[in-house]
């Protein structure tokens, strides 16, 4: 048989594999931002969310707060790397306005995040109470995190389209918090079931919208380009006419 330790396991390197596919599956939506030099109604909450959230998790299986968290902290450290990368283009891209607002709150999150550390190691003295802490702050951040769609979500109800809204960021939330909720109950952790069972919630929801609103954001988008291309007609005709009254 199986043992317990064995199946946990399984469903961390699981955790590992759909977390960081989960954090990758926003590139096509990052090549478009970079492509057009704009992030339009792009929404940065999510990637804030995710670069804290990424960072307290890694503090969180740190040896000195939580032994024998390995997984968690290879996954959380893929995190917090690809969130960066994602935030950097994000500012690159933006307006002025934008840019500040969005540096401003990383750098609030730096600051917190070194300020709990700094508390870990000086102020509480056992794992235990250091795993306790951090734990139930790392809940209500890995809460936020897949909370932070629900605006797109809103965007998405108010438009009828899910443009913004890429898919596999919705899937992966989904298959993301499913596997972590999993593995948090082989030996049962709170700080790790809770948040991700909400998550897998959300990631069904927002799954949910897709399907409803999937044939309406492709009619939209056929509309536009037609548009799109009828515009460039009109002015393509207009050179030629333009062209003519010349030569004669």
Same mark, same amino acid.
């Given at each position: 048989?199986v +043992?317990?330790?064995?199946?946990?396991?399984?469903?961390?390197?699981?955790? @590992?594999?759909? %977390?960081?596919?989960l954090?990758?599956?926003?590139?096509?939506?990052?090549l478009v931002?970079?492509?057009?030099?704009?992030?339009?109604?792009?929404?940065?909450?999510?990637?804030?969310?995710?670069?804290? !959230?990424c960072?307290?998790?890694?503090?969180?299986?740190m040896?000195?707060?939580?032994p024998?968290?390995?997984?968690?902290?290879?996954? !959380?450290?893929?995190?917090?790397?690809?969130?960066?990368?994602?935030?950097?283009?994000f500012?690159m =891209?933006s307006?002025?306005?934008?840019r500040?607002?969005? %540096?401003?709150?990383m750098?609030?999150?730096?600051?917190?995040?070194?300020?709990?550390?700094?508390?870990?190691?000086?102020?509480?003295?056992?794992?235990?109470?250091? +795993?306790?802490?951090?734990?139930?702050? +790392?809940? %209500?951040?890995?809460?936020?995190?897949?909370a932070?769609?629900? +605006?797109?979500?809103k965007?998405?109800?108010t438009?009828?389209?899910?443009?913004?809204?890429?898919f596999?960021?919705?899937l992966f =939330?989904?298959?993301?918090?499913?596997c972590?909720?999993?593995?948090?109950?082989?030996?049962?952790?709170?700080?790790?079931?809770?948040? @991700?069972?909400?998550?897998?919630?959300?990631?069904?929801?927002?799954?949910?919208?897709?399907?409803?609103?999937?044939?309406?954001?492709?009619?939209?988008?056929?509309?536009?380009?037609?548009?799109?291309?009828?515009?460039? %007609?009109?002015?393509?005709?207009?050179? @030629?006419?333009?062209? !003519?009254?010349?030569?004669s």
């Amino acid at each position: 048989m199986v +043992s317990t330790e064995a199946i946990r396991t399984i469903l961390g390197v699981a955790g @590992n594999i759909t %977390a960081v596919t989960l954090f990758l599956s926003t590139v096509p939506t990052f090549l478009v931002i970079w492509k057009k030099r704009s992030v339009e109604q792009y929404s940065p909450v999510p990637y804030l969310a995710s670069f804290f !959230n990424c960072g307290l998790w890694v503090l969180y299986g740190m040896p000195f707060v939580h032994p024998h968290s390995l997984l968690v902290v290879t996954t !959380n450290g893929a995190g917090v790397a690809i969130e960066l990368v994602y935030l950097l283009i994000f500012l690159m =891209c933006s307006d002025k306005r934008k840019r500040l607002k969005v %540096a401003l709150i990383m750098l609030l999150e730096i600051l917190f995040f070194g300020v709990l550390v700094i508390l870990m190691l000086i102020v509480v003295h056992t794992p235990q109470q250091r +795993s306790t802490i951090v734990g139930s702050i +790392s809940v %209500a951040a890995n809460i936020l995190m897949y909370a932070a769609p629900l +605006s797109v979500m809103k965007l998405v109800i108010t438009t009828k389209s899910v443009e913004y809204m890429p898919f596999l960021l919705s899937l992966f =939330c989904f298959s993301n918090g499913l596997c972590w909720f999993l593995y948090a109950l082989v030996p049962f952790d709170p700080f790790i079931a809770v948040p @991700n069972g909400i998550g897998a919630l959300l990631g069904i929801l927002q799954l949910v919208l897709y399907a409803t609103f999937y044939k309406s954001t492709k009619r939209m988008l056929a509309a536009r380009k037609e548009k799109t291309e009828m515009g460039l %007609a009109v002015i393509d005709t207009s050179k @030629n006419q333009n062209g !003519n009254v010349a030569h004669s």
